[in-house]
């Protein structure tokens, strides 16, 4: 049970001052929750200097003022479209206040004439008149308190403004109790972090650009907390797992030994390293959560067909489920024919796959009679029962959370699991990510692959490329288009990619097609499938190129627009065309002028293909604030921690919890228990709701 200190901060934001239902539905837009705690972590991105206190004659137009005046005069508009001004005063110089678009009454009310006010504004100087255009503050000199030297600024939506926001801030701030220090004395000492509430009290009021960096104490503290709550949830749900006992598996190799000797390669020795490990936790008495790593094309289905036959050789059944039908589709027709020869029965189930094969499907499965299954999500639908389910393989599946992990696994009690992707992630997002996870990878792809003749090439040599193109497609090559990213909409991301399609289908005629994120799958699919049998030889897409997709006989990728990628993606894609062994093209097209990140990533691209080495020069050259889509990984999911800047103490977070989990394993110690509060500060009380003390 969540502890009674933290009551106030999970309170609903409607206990607020001010808080309206319609104000309440906009800030739940902004923040994404609407209790206390959500506001609290909703921190400023900039700072108003308001301490700039000038007497009028000697002020500087342009800044922030803050004066005491004297209200002299009223000047009603004259005709609709002017403003209404008001002229006020100090003791050696006239101001005049402008307002448009505003109540006459209201102002009135404000500034009645004579009255002494404390304004605080923007400053201008026309026709060497000072003006101000709708002050932020007008006040009576009684409540000038209320105007900060320096006011923090927030990111904002529709329906919110600034000020509002300080307001329910300064409410919400009051409600922070003194919580019990969760970090270790020691070490926020050598730090000099501040205490959470410190932190969190100074966090909103920053005295300086500088107290706005990722670096300043308050942000370190909150995302070190942040990051231990995290670090901290996965090293429990981990110690959490391997209380549970699983089967212990391992069969006689009589099936693994007839597939690999069909093989027309030898296993590699990264491929071998890696099926010990997972023969090893599927051997355990314990349950496998494990992932599996390797970049594109290193061979990760044949290792998921022997991880399976290894549970078919004790009359055990697998699923492999995939992201998509396509990949679904693609995975069962290149495992249906292999375990075919040794008498193994695999069967395909999608959300497509028709009511009376389904329903066969489903008694086959339940009676055992189906040792493989592979599919979409449909696999783990309530319907769907297993004679005896032991392993059950996600792959690709990058957006795959700790609780559907553990949703995953509940589904077959003992079931093993084995998570595989085909992103190289840095290990840091990995510990972020799957930190409750053991972890294989795949660290080297088979021999004799050619490497893909990668070439950075400006736009305007368009027309100079779409000509070389039309000669590759004659000489029976074929070829990916990738349309760009266009930040705004999707709308104008189809747009672009029509119109792209279009042009070129002037020259390619009825070799080439098109497919986009907006098309049904069905439709999608009978494009891909046209491409796949080689109708079509040129296909134009937009950044979909669903992950995964497998057309060897595709050796050429044009990316239009390359510098608007992020390198993960770029990286991705051109593992489309490196699948065969013929020597295979990426050209990588950039518009206009490149930044100077912009022309180091896709410099990197030229440089190598390790897509580890690229997965982490992505998150080194993030900060630049100019790439799209580099979230796309959806590893992330912090707010006050950024792994732009605060990798490091990630690392950190993880080596204090292996500290606190060896020597406090239950969380009972002084620190134990304040560790305890810090989980139900992040809510992360889900993912421990089964510890119990
Ligand atoms: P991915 O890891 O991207 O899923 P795949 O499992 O699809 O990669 O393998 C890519 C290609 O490499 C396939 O054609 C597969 O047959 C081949 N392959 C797998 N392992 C080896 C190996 N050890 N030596 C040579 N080719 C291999
Ligand atoms: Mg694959």
Redo the contacts with the bound molecule.
């Keep these: 049970m969540r502890p009674e200190v933290l009551y106030p901060l999970f309170a609903d934001l409607s206990s607020l001052k001010g808080m309206g239902p319609k104000t309440l539905k906009y800030m739940e837009n902004l923040l994404g929750g609407r209790r206390i705690i959500d506001l609290l972590f909703h921190l400023p991105t900039n700072i108003i200097d308001r301490s700039y206190r000038p007497k009028l004659q000697n002020a500087v137009a342009g800044k922030i003022c803050t004066v005491k005046v004297k209200v002299v005069e009223h000047i009603p508009p004259k005709k609709r479209q002017q403003p209404y001004r008001v002229i006020v005063e100090d003791d050696t110089e006239q101001l005049t206040l402008i307002f448009f678009k505003v109540y006459a009454d209201s102002i009135l009310k404000n500034l009645p004439v004579g009255a002494s006010k404390i304004i605080s504004g923007k400053l201008e100087r026309f026709n060497n008149q000072l003006q101000m255009a709708h002050p932020d503050f007008i006040l009576n000199e009684s409540d000038a308190a209320e105007i900060p030297e320096i006011e923090p600024v927030y990111p904002l939506t529709a329906g919110i403004t600034n000020k509002m926001l300080e307001k329910f801030m300064v409410q919400a701030l009051k409600k922070v109790p003194e919580l019990p220090e969760w970090l270790d004395e020691q070490f926020i000492k050598e730090k000099g972090w501040p205490n959470f509430k410190n932190a969190l009290l100074k966090a909103h009021h920053p005295n300086t650009i500088n107290d706005l960096q990722p670096f300043a104490k308050e942000r370190a503290r909150l995302a070190y907390d942040e990051l231990l709550a995290n670090q901290l949830t996965l090293g429990i749900v981990r110690e959490e797992r391997k209380k549970i006992k699983g089967k212990s598996i391992s069969g006689d190799g009589r099936l693994r030994q007839k597939i690999v000797e069909q093989l027309p390669?030898?296993?590699?020795e990264a491929?071998e390293k890696v099926l010990q490990e997972i023969y090893t936790d599927q051997a355990s008495e314990y349950k496998m959560m494990r992932l599996l790593q390797?970049d594109?094309?290193?061979?990760?289905?044949?290792v998921a067909l022997l991880a399976m036959l290894n549970t078919v050789e004790v009359k055990g059944q697998a699923a492999l489920m995939a992201p998509t039908e396509i990949l679904a589709q693609q995975h069962y027709e290149t495992i249906a024919p292999m375990t075919e020869t040794i008498g193994v029965k695999t069967a395909l189930l999608t959300g497509k796959t028709k009511a009376k094969e389904r329903k066969q499907i489903l008694n086959d499965l339940a009676d055992g009679k189906i040792d493989i299954i592979i599919g979409t999500h449909a696999l783990f639908q309530n319907e769907v029962i297993y004679h005896n389910l032991n392993l059950a393989i996600v792959d690709e599946q990058h957006r795959f959370g700790v609780q559907q992990r553990l949703k995953l696994s509940q589904k077959g009690i003992n079931v093993d699991v084995l998570v595989m992707t085909?992103t190289p992630i840095p290990r840091t997002l990995v510990l972020s990510a799957y930190g409750d996870m053991d972890c294989s990878v795949i660290d080297k792809l088979?021999e004799g692959r050619k490497p893909v003749d990668t070439r950075v090439i400006p736009l305007t040599k368009l027309s100079e490329v779409i000509r070389g193109l039309e000669k590759q497609i004659n000489d029976g090559i074929m070829a990916y288009w990738v349309c760009p990213l266009v930040e705004e909409s999707e709308k104008s991301d189809l747009a672009a990619a029509e119109a792209r399609f279009a042009d070129l289908q002037q020259i390619f005629g009825d070799k080439i097609g098109l497919v986009h994120g907006k098309m049904k799958e069905a439709e999608k699919n009978e494009v891909m499938n046209r491409f796949k049998n080689g109708e079509l030889r040129l296909l134009v897409a937009t950044t979909v190129i669903e992950v995964?997709v497998?057309v060897p006989q595709a050796t050429l990728m044009l990316i239009e627009h390359a510098e608007r990628f992020g390198l993960a993606q770029l990286h991705q894609l051109r593992g489309r065309v490196k699948?065969g062994n013929q020597q295979a093209i990426c050209l990588l097209m950039y518009g206009g002028h490149l930044s100077e990140t912009a022309y180091e990533r896709l410099n990197i691209m030229k440089q190598t293909e390790d897509g580890f080495v690229i997965a982490e020069k992505d998150l080194e050259l993030r900060g630049g604030g100019e790439i799209l889509g580099t979230r796309q990984s959806g590893l992330e999911d912090f707010h006050l921690a950024n792994m732009d800047y605060h990798r490091h103490l990630l690392l950190v977070a993880h080596k204090d919890t292996q500290l606190i989990i060896n020597k406090d394993k239950l969380l009972q110690s002084k620190r134990g228990q304040a560790l305890r509060t810090l989980l139900y500060l992040f809510d992360k009380d889900e993912s421990v709701q089964n510890y119990q003390a």
């Design positions: 390669f030898k296993l590699t491929q390797g594109v094309g290193s061979g990760k289905t044949i085909a088979p995964g497998n699948r």
